[in-house]
């Protein structure tokens, strides 16, 4: 532990303290609520500068505050946090911008970008969680904060939403919490890492471990998104566009993968995973997943609920890629954490563009869009070729390492499925490039309000460009020192044995 | 072996409390159900009282003195706010029992 | 410290109060607010001063008159009552401050709106509350009890409205019964024993007798049905939710505590050698049936007030999950080597389950008499829209919500997490769907109303809202603020329950606790 323990707070503050300040704003305070968000969104990106700077120094930081018996707050950076924390701050701030431009003259602002802190702050929290209640806690902490956000329009729809949202996240929550109660009860305070502590459990355990494994894989599922809890992510993108961006990009969904990723690596181990033999089914229901959400959205015509499936369908392949079970699908499963939320976050910044500019919800009505939004739908076209796999945008890191790690467990059915799921892919993607950019506008495109020089706001445009140049800068510079693979790879060799025996075959 | 008589009161009193306490249950009426509140008062003070007389000494036990007597003003005062209770809900709405909302 | 001034201290809670409700009576109603703070504040004061006394010195006691018992009767103040007197000054406090600007803010001779009584009956409530939570002398416990029952019922029937009367002498006939059955009891034990203090009691009891079996049978049904746990709580909804918002704060968030309290030190502390395993999983099945049964009525409710009352009814329940937990079977304690380690784990669980249910029904009974105060009716309904018009009213009860069904961080978490945990390491298992099922229905309907108060304003009745003076929406916020606090500063809880606690802690805390508690 290391003086600077009280950084790790400070991160997570930094963006609930604006958070809590903007909920007693008044509406019309437009210029203090933009200053405190942005400079709490900067704060974080600079904080987890310096705490990514020191890691690769090799700093560890470490902060606790016991709440009452075993109950222990605990905050930790480790490689895997450094990824998510990185991945959300970064992605917090350019959606902050989006979110003011997408949100400028609507009702009840304050309100919306206090929750929309807490929600942030959730996410960082549960990345920084350096133990199961400490997750848990900042897991339910989300929960609460992003139902506001879904119900935020409050119409009929929204509340049916968010009613959704509240049944399965609750649900899915308690199932968690008593998994967590009962890990307690076995082995105390489980700290991610110590995997000794389940491992060296006598045999007799074991079919309880088991049961364990399950009642905790379907308490983290909900949030993930694997068939058969997927059922609020299509409903619960009624929410503005900014909200539906951080929940399927980072905020929510990332939490629940997140969580499996730190179930089998940091609490139970790779060892005592691979004997128990719940990966394989794992395996099988990430499998099921991605091909079901990649059917289910090519039957959509409404923009946000195709690109909603997409992600039921794309989450899967971090799932798929923890419970593979060998390094490099790890590896693909890490890179893929990170990839897919710049992609998708790109994506319904274009889709929320669509719908703000000229009230386009539905792809039908999207012919020839790219002639009147060039620069949106370029955005859009790089996230939705990302998403199939082209090289070389960040999309195809991920199914190449997804895929060698298939073939490295000679499991050639990973492949087939890769390439299965891509050519689904395509066709729910393609036609709707083929409509925008190839085909004759159906009306006359107005002039918006928002903007004379760009083709829309600025504050909603840039953020689009961003992210999608975000997502080409991934692919390619994917060797680098401080790429995302990197990272990965670290935290690939602190999860196997030494001398892993898929390396060496 | 004839029974002491304080057993005898002992017995009468847990007579008296079980018959009271179906009275609390059973009747319906206001007045009713209150007179058999005290009845069960009153029993427990008998049972008292009859406690306190079972070592064959000179002087009766002090201590369930002082409970029976406390205790009966902790049942006066409770009677008299039930029955004030009980004449306001007449004057007021006219009823006199529970027995619609039972 | 000078044991002659702690001595004279502890009674300052009792007669502090007491004082208070005199003074009351004897000034004019208009003054009568101010003398009430003045003494709510000085009590919270006097009680803090016992706190700190508890932690640097350890329990005390003190014989009234100077006579020690058996003659005399004793007062004792250790952790556990330090946390429920605690508890009684902290929520009672911002209860009376609301009330004060309630009544204030209806002025006119109007009964109903500006009951001139309040003061004197609260204080008098309060002083029977102290009195309970200090005393320690079983027949004390039963002269208390009826003052705290005729104080807690004068103030149901404040508002004079008929359907209030009614439900009034109902549970003013229960508690009497109650107390009947725990006044037989009494007088079974004080046969068996020849004693009524507590501390003598727990040895001088003779196991296994067979009046002592029926009195500890008497006993503790007289206090269920007191604290109203199914199927005795017919009682409950009824008279808590036709009181005024401040009284039925009061009478679910203290007024019950004081039964369980009780309830809770006569079966660890008297009739730990009577009690059995059968007892404790039968009282524990009437605890699980209440969380369900009344979580589930609440749901279905359509008024306001009887939702929230409903839902003490099951709140009340997981209350009672700790005794099966604490009462082990006989065999299985003598095979175990060394004292369960989860004891320790129920005991808090169920105390903060009192303590965070205290905070947060004040803070959600406080919330909802704004909504109604504001609307005019009491109809759930009338809450649509309310985020958007009374958004502070509406976070307090949506942080009552989270404590009531046990997401973190909260005290209802740290309460649900112990008990929990308590639960699958005692292998009780079956008691763990029970809570977690309380849970959800608890979600649901705190969720159901939520959702209204997220609702579009075009959905909103076009009445216009009544204004609503702040203090009241700043002590049902603080209120709320108070059940997710006791969450985070739970060590601190801790550390007082420590002092006198009948299990001793199964594990050490992670870090040093803040402070010297030596006992």
Avoid at chain 1, 161 to 167: D, I, V
Avoid at chain 3, 192 to 211: F, K, N, R, V
Avoid at chain 3, 349 to 368: D, T
């Amino acid at each position: 532990m290391t003086d600077h323990g009280w950084l790790l707070p400070l991160i997570v503050a930094s963006s609930l303290g604006p958070g809590i300040v903007i909920f007693f704003l008044r509406d019309e305070q437009v210029a203090v609520r933009t200053v405190l968000n942005l400079l709490g969104a900067v704060l974080k990106v600079a904080l987890i500068g310096i705490v990514l700077a020191g890691f690769f120094r090799g700093d560890s930081l470490e902060f606790r505050y016991t709440i009452g018996l075993d109950l222990e707050f605990h905050l930790r950076i480790d490689a895997l946090a450094l990824l998510f924390t990185a991945l959300s701050s970064v992605l917090w701030l350019v959606t902050t911008v989006y979110a003011i431009g997408y949100l400028k003259g609507s009702a009840n602002r304050s309100r919306f970008f206090g929750f929309f802190s807490l929600c942030v702050t959730a996410s960082t929290g549960i990345a920084l969680a350096g133990n199961l209640v400490t997750f848990f806690i900042f897991y339910e902490f989300l929960t609460l904060a992003t139902y506001p956000l879904v119900v935020h329009r409050g119409t009929r729809k929204a509340l049916e939403a968010g009613r959704t949202y509240l049944w399965y996240t609750i649900g899915g929550g308690t199932v968690l919490f008593v998994g967590v109660v009962w890990m307690f009860t076995l082995v105390g305070s489980v700290e991610f890492g110590q995997i000794h502590l389940l491992g060296d459990l006598p045999a007799d355990l074991r079919p309880q471990l088991t049961l364990l494994f399950w009642v905790m894989i379907a308490g983290l599922g909900v949030k993930a998104a694997l068939v058969p809890l997927h059922g609020w992510l299509p409903a619960a993108m009624v929410a503005p566009a900014p909200v539906s961006a951080l929940l399927h990009a980072v905020a929510v969904v990332k939490a629940g993968a997140f969580g499996i990723m730190r179930l089998v690596y940091d609490v139970f181990g790779i060892e005592l995973a691979r004997d128990l033999g719940v990966l394989p089914p794992l395996a099988v229901i990430a499998a099921v997943t991605i091909l079901f959400g990649s059917l289910r959205a090519l039957a959509q015509n409404d923009l946000k609920r195709r690109l909603a499936y997409s992600t039921v369908s794309q989450l899967s392949y971090i799932a798929l890629g923890i419970a593979l079970g060998g390094t490099l699908a790890a590896v693909g499963a890490l890179v893929h954490l990170v990839h897919q939320g710049v992609m998708k976050i790109t994506l319904f910044f274009c889709a929320g563009i669509i719908a703000e500019t000229f009230k386009i919800h539905r792809i039908s009505d999207m012919d020839g869009l790219g002639r009147r939004l060039p620069l949106t739908m370029a955005a859009f076209t790089v996230g939705a070729l990302g998403m199939i796999g082209l090289p070389p945008i960040a999309g195809f890191i991920s199914k190449w390492y997804l895929g060698l790690g298939g073939l490295e467990l000679d499991q050639p059915w990973v492949l087939v499925l890769l390439l299965l799921s891509s050519l689904l892919n395509a066709v729910y993607f393609l036609p709707i490039l083929n409509r925008v950019w190839f085909r004759a506008p159906a009306r006359e495109w107005k002039r918006h309000r928002h903007s004379r020089r760009w083709e829309t706001s600025g504050m909603l445009l840039w953020p689009a460009l961003i992210t999608a140049l975000l997502s080409v800068l991934l692919g390619l510079f994917t060797t680098s020192g401080w790429s995302v693979l990197a990272l990965a790879l670290e935290i690939v060799e602190s999860w196997f044995p030494p001398a892993p025996p898929g390396l060496a075959t | 072996m004839p029974p002491e008589p304080w057993q005898l009161y002992a017995l009468t009193a847990g007579l008296l409390f079980s018959i009271s306490l179906a009275g609390v249950f059973l009747c319906r009426h206001f007045f009713r159900k209150i007179i058999a509140v005290n009845l069960m008062g009153a029993s427990v003070f008998l049972l008292l009282v009859s406690i306190g007389r079972r070592d064959h000494e000179a002087f009766a036990d002090p201590v369930p003195h002082a409970m029976v007597i406390t205790g009966l003003v902790v049942a006066v005062s409770a009677s008299a706010f039930a029955l004030a209770l009980a004449r306001r809900i007449h004057r007021e709405t006219g009823r006199d029992n529970f027995s619609e909302s039972e | 410290m000078n044991p002659a001034l702690s001595d004279s201290l502890s009674a300052l809670p009792i007669l502090l109060p007491l004082a208070g409700a005199l003074t009351c009576i004897l000034l004019p109603p208009r003054h009568r607010a101010a003398a009430g703070l003045l003494t709510s504040a000085l009590t919270l004061l006097s009680a803090s001063a016992l706190t700190w006394m508890l932690l640097t010195t350890g329990i005390s006691s003190q014989n009234l008159g100077g006579w020690p018992p058996p003659l005399g009767i004793q007062l004792r103040f250790d952790g556990l009552a330090c946390v429920f007197l605690l508890l009684t000054s902290l929520v009672g406090l911002p209860v009376g401050l609301h009330a004060a600007a309630l009544f204030r803010s209806q002025p006119g001779d109007d009964r109903a709106s500006s009951p001139p009584l309040f003061w004197p009956l609260w204080l008098f409530l309060w002083a029977a509350l102290n009195g309970i939570f200090i005393s320690h002398d079983l027949f004390n416990l039963y002269v208390l009890l009826e003052i705290m029952g005729l104080a807690a019922v004068s103030l149901a029937i404040l508002s004079g409205r008929p359907a209030a009367l009614l439900a009034g002498l109902r549970y003013f006939l229960a508690a009497l019964v109650g107390s009947m059955l725990y006044l037989l009891g009494v007088a079974l034990v004080y046969g068996a024993a020849g004693s009524l203090d507590l501390g003598l009691l727990g040895e001088a009891l003779p196991a296994g007798a067979i009046s002592v079996r029926v009195a500890f049978a008497l006993i503790i049904t007289g206090l269920l049905i007191k604290t109203a746990v199914f199927p005795l709580h017919f009682w409950l909804p009824e008279a808590h939710s036709a009181a005024p918002a401040p009284v039925s704060a009061i009478l679910s968030a203290l007024v019950i505590k004081a039964s369980f309290y009780v309830f809770l030190r006569l079966w660890v502390d008297v009739f730990d050698g009577s009690v059995t395993f059968a007892a404790g999983q039968a009282v524990g099945a009437l605890g699980a049936v209440a969380v369900v049964w009344g979580s589930y009525q609440a749901l279905r409710q359509s008024r306001l007030k009887r939702m929230v009352a409903h839902s003490t009814v099951g709140q009340v329940g997981y209350m009672f999950l700790l005794f099966p937990l604490i009462t082990l079977d006989p065999a299985a304690a003598a095979a175990a080597h060394g004292p369960p380690t989860w004891l320790g784990h129920a005991w808090t669980g169920g105390i903060y389950q009192a303590l965070s249910h205290g905070f947060a029904k004040a803070a959600m009974f406080l919330a909802v008499g704004i909504f109604i105060l504001a609307v005019g009716n009491d109809e759930k309904r009338s809450v649509t829209n309310m985020v958007g018009r009374l958004p502070m009213t509406t976070f307090a009860f949506a942080l009552a919500g989270i404590s009531l069904i046990g997401l973190p961080p909260s005290g209802g978490f740290v309460a649900k997490w112990m008990l929990l945990k308590a639960t699958f390491s005692s292998q009780q298992w079956w008691w763990a769907p029970m809570i977690v099922w309380g849970s959800f229905l608890t979600a649901g309907y705190v969720f159901m109303i939520l959702r209204l108060a997220f609702a579009p304003a075009a959905e909103a009745p076009k009445k216009n809202l009544r204004p609503v003076p702040r203090i009241l929406e700043f002590t049902a916020l603080a209120l709320g603020v108070g059940a997710i606090l006791i969450g985070l500063r739970a060590s601190e809880v801790m550390l007082l329950l420590d002092v006198g606690a009948p299990f001793a802690e199964p594990v050490q805390p992670l870090t040093e606790p803040p402070g010297g508690a030596d006992d």
